[in-house]
């Protein structure tokens, strides 16, 4: 029978290799709960808005609150400037005009 005295240290590379497989699962373990603390982490988010967020959410809610349009005076308007019936106040107009411009200063 012949000794290979090339594999002597054999039983310290098993022992080093159940080393570093205990060492694998440690540092397994480790990554599983730093995932789990940042899982954690997620769920305290929170959500701020911006000014802007907030005005538009207003302008609708104004804006679900309107009156609904009329269909039958729009349809009577509609009618009445394709026959010609409907004429416009020149002056009336440009006065409304005026207004609404001075009001948005």
Known sequence: MAININNLNNNNQV????????NDVKNQVDQKAVNTS?????????VSLTPQAR????????NGDAPPVNQKKVD???????????KVDAEKLAQSIAKF????L
């Not at 022992?15 to 205990?22: I, K, P, S």
């Not at 940042?38 to 929170?46: F, G, L, M, N, P």
């Not at 009577?76 to 409907?86: D, F």
């Open 101 to 104: 411009e001075f009001d948005l």
């Open 15 to 22: 022992n080093r290799t159940v080393q570093q497989q205990q």
């Open 76 to 86: 009577q308007l509609k009618e009445a400037i394709q026959s010609g019936a409907y």
């Open 38 to 46: 940042q899982a954690t982490r997620v769920s305290q988010d929170s």
């Open 55 to 62: 005005q538009l959410n207003d302008i609708q809610k104004k």
